[in-house]
C-alpha cells in the first residue's frame, strides 16, 4: 500500500499514475480534496512569463512539465471523462507608462538570454491583440507558449480518474501521525487507525511541515504564503479578453465559461486566509488600470489561498533519506517517507512531471535526473 497525504493536484495526480500503474493507492485529504491551493490558483502555466533571474536551476524542470500539460490534459480528460479546458492562445504582458516599459524591456532581454521565445510588440501591437486593454498602454510582450488549463476543471477530473482506476480518496480525513520506525516509513493513524505502508508521500502543501512524527530535522521548510483573488464576470456574447494578460501588479485570466480571475496578492500572512479591504482595493485598482472595461463587470467570488513556498521558492520531490525500490525498502533515516510539496506559485504547472517523477521512483526505484537538484536533503545543512 502507498499512502498519499494530501488530496490536492499532486497528490491526486500522483494517486492516478500509480493507481493506473496497478498499484494499492490511498489518498488522505483533511478537507474536501483540491480544496486548497489548487482551487485557490489561476491555472496559468506561465514558464516563461514568470521566470526570474535567481530561479534558472528551476527553470528546466518548468519548461519540460509545461510541455508535458497538453498531453496530461488529454489522457486525463480521456480517463475520467470530463473537460479541463486547456487553452494555448498564448500570454500577453503589457507595460502602462514608461517605467513599466523599462522594467518590461529588462525581463524581456533577461528571457531572450535564457532562450525563450517572446515577441516584443508596441503598444498599437498590443491592442490590436487585446482591443479592450487601456489605451495608454505603451508596450508588451507576447509570449506563444505559455498557457492556461482550467484548475479547478482539472482537479474534479483528477479525482474522477483515480477513483476510476482503483485508488482509495478518503476526504475529510485527517492524518494524525506519520509513523516512522526502526529507520523506515511504517504507515500513518487516522482517526485512531493504523493504516500500513509501504511508502507514505507527503503532498499536504502549506500543512507540509506540521504533521506530527516527522522527525525534526526531516521537516519539510515549507510555510504559507497567503494569495488574495476574485473573479468577475464579463459578457458571454463578448468576453473583454481572450489571452492571459499580466499588467503591473496584476494578473487577468479569462475563463471559457466568462468569468475572469483576477490575482494576486503575496502575503505573509501564516495560515490567515480572510479577505482585507486593501487586498481586494488592490486587485481591482491594478486590473482596473489595465483593463478599465472590468469597471461595471458584477463580482462573482473572493477568496484566498496559500501557497506552499519554500526557502528557495523550488519544490521537495523526492526521497528525504534511504532508499525505495519496487521490492521493498532499503532501511535509512526515514525510508519510503517521500516529499511532493512545497510547489510555491507553480503547483499547476508542475503537476504532470511531479506525478511522473514520484511515481516512477516508487515504481521502480530509480530518481530521475530532472528531479535530483529538488531532493529535500538539499536543505540537510
Given at each position: 500500500?502507498?499512502?498519499?497525504?494530501?488530496?490536492?493536484?499532486?497528490?491526486?495526480?500522483?494517486?492516478?499514475?500509480?493507481?493506473?500503474?496497478?498499484?494499492?493507492?490511498?489518498?488522505?485529504?483533511?478537507?474536501?480534496?483540491?480544496?486548497?491551493?489548487?482551487?485557490?490558483?489561476?491555472?496559468?502555466?506561465?514558464?516563461?512569463?514568470?521566470?526570474?533571474?535567481?530561479?534558472?536551476?528551476?527553470?528546466?524542470?518548468?519548461?519540460?512539465?509545461?510541455?508535458?500539460?497538453?498531453?496530461?490534459?488529454?489522457?486525463?480528460?480521456?480517463?475520467?471523462?470530463?473537460?479541463?479546458?486547456?487553452?494555448?492562445?498564448?500570454?500577453?504582458?503589457?507595460?502602462?507608462?514608461?517605467?513599466?516599459?523599462?522594467?518590461?524591456?529588462?525581463?524581456?532581454?533577461?528571457?531572450?538570454?535564457?532562450?525563450?521565445?517572446?515577441?516584443?510588440?508596441?503598444?498599437?501591437?498590443?491592442?490590436?491583440?487585446?482591443?479592450?486593454?487601456?489605451?495608454?498602454?505603451?508596450?508588451?510582450?507576447?509570449?506563444?507558449?505559455?498557457?492556461?488549463?482550467?484548475?479547478?476543471?482539472?482537479?474534479?477530473?483528477?479525482?474522477?480518474?483515480?477513483?476510476?482506476?482503483?485508488?482509495?480518496?478518503?476526504?475529510?480525513?485527517?492524518?494524525?501521525?506519520?509513523?516512522?520506525?526502526?529507520?523506515?516509513?511504517?504507515?500513518?493513524?487516522?482517526?485512531?487507525?493504523?493504516?500500513?505502508?509501504?511508502?507514505?508521500?507527503?503532498?499536504?502543501?502549506?500543512?507540509?511541515?506540521?504533521?506530527?512524527?516527522?522527525?525534526?530535522?526531516?521537516?519539510?521548510?515549507?510555510?504559507?504564503?497567503?494569495?488574495?483573488?476574485?473573479?468577475?464576470?464579463?459578457?458571454?456574447?463578448?468576453?473583454?479578453?481572450?489571452?492571459?494578460?499580466?499588467?503591473?501588479?496584476?494578473?487577468?485570466?479569462?475563463?471559457?465559461?466568462?468569468?475572469?480571475?483576477?490575482?494576486?496578492?503575496?502575503?505573509?500572512?501564516?495560515?490567515?486566509?480572510?479577505?482585507?479591504?486593501?487586498?481586494?482595493y488592490d486587485l481591482l485598482r491594478r486590473a482596473w488600470e489595465t483593463l478599465p472595461g472590468i469597471y461595471d463587470l458584477p463580482i462573482d467570488e473572493m477568496w484566498a489561498g496559500l501557497r506552499p513556498t519554500?526557502?528557495?521558492?523550488?519544490?521537495?520531490?523526492?526521497?528525504?533519506?534511504?532508499?525505495?525500490?519496487?521490492?521493498?525498502?532499503?532501511?535509512?533515516?526515514?525510508?519510503?517517507?517521500?516529499?511532493?510539496?512545497?510547489?510555491?506559485?507553480?503547483?499547476?504547472?508542475?503537476?504532470?512531471?511531479?506525478?511522473?517523477?514520484?511515481?516512477?521512483?516508487?515504481?521502480?526505484?530509480?530518481?530521475?535526473?530532472?528531479?535530483?537538484?529538488?531532493?529535500?536533503?538539499?536543505?540537510?545543512?
Open positions: 500500500m502507498i499512502v498519499i497525504v494530501g488530496g490536492g493536484i499532486s497528490g491526486l495526480a500522483i494517486g492516478w499514475y500509480l493507481a493506473r500503474a496497478g498499484r494499492a493507492v490511498s489518498v488522505f485529504e483533511r478537507d474536501a480534496a483540491g480544496r486548497g491551493a489548487t482551487w485557490a490558483a489561476a491555472g496559468m502555466l506561465a514558464a516563461h512569463v514568470e521566470a526570474e533571474p535567481g530561479e534558472e536551476r528551476l527553470l528546466p524542470l518548468l519548461l519540460e512539465s509545461r510541455a508535458m500539460w497538453a498531453e496530461f490534459g488529454r489522457d486525463l480528460e480521456a480517463a475520467s471523462g470530463l473537460a479541463v479546458d486547456y487553452r494555448d492562445e498564448g500570454t500577453l504582458v503589457v507595460a502602462l507608462d514608461r517605467d513599466d516599459t523599462e522594467r518590461l524591456k529588462f525581463s524581456y532581454d533577461y528571457h531572450r538570454s535564457m532562450g525563450l521565445e517572446m515577441e516584443w510588440l508596441s503598444g498599437a501591437e498590443a491592442r490590436r491583440l487585446e482591443p479592450h486593454l487601456a489605451s495608454g498602454v505603451a508596450a508588451g510582450v507576447f509570449s506563444p507558449l505559455d498557457h492556461q488549463v482550467d484548475n479547478r476543471k482539472v482537479v474534479v477530473a483528477l479525482k474522477a480518474a483515480f477513483v476510476k482506476a482503483g485508488g482509495a480518496l478518503r476526504e475529510h480525513a485527517e492524518v494524525e501521525e506519520i509513523l516512522v520506525e526502526g529507520g523506515a516509513v511504517r504507515g500513518v493513524l487516522v482517526g485512531g487507525e493504523r493504516v500500513e505502508a509501504e511508502a507514505v508521500v507527503i503532498a499536504a502543501g502549506a500543512w507540509s511541515r506540521n504533521l506530527k512524527g516527522l522527525p525534526d530535522h526531516l521537516r519539510p521548510p515549507v510555510r504559507p504564503v497567503k494569495g488574495q483573488m476574485l473573479s468577475l464576470v464579463m459578457p458571454a456574447d463578448a468576453p473583454l479578453l481572450r489571452h492571459v494578460v499580466w499588467g503591473p501588479g496584476t494578473c487577468l485570466v479569462p475563463r471559457k465559461d466568462g468569468r475572469l480571475f483576477v490575482g494576486a496578492t503575496v502575503e505573509e500572512m501564516s495560515f490567515d486566509t480572510n479577505m482585507t479591504a486593501g487586498g481586494v519554500s526557502r528557495d521558492d523550488a519544490p521537495l520531490l523526492g526521497p528525504v533519506s534511504g532508499t525505495l525500490t519496487g521490492a521493498g525498502e532499503v532501511v535509512g533515516e526515514a525510508a519510503g517517507l517521500i516529499m511532493a510539496t512545497g510547489h510555491h506559485r507553480n503547483g499547476i504547472l508542475l503537476a504532470p512531471i511531479t506525478a511522473r517523477a514520484i511515481s516512477h521512483y516508487i515504481l521502480t526505484g530509480e530518481l530521475g535526473e530532472d528531479i535530483k537538484p529538488f531532493a529535500p536533503t538539499r536543505f540537510a545543512a
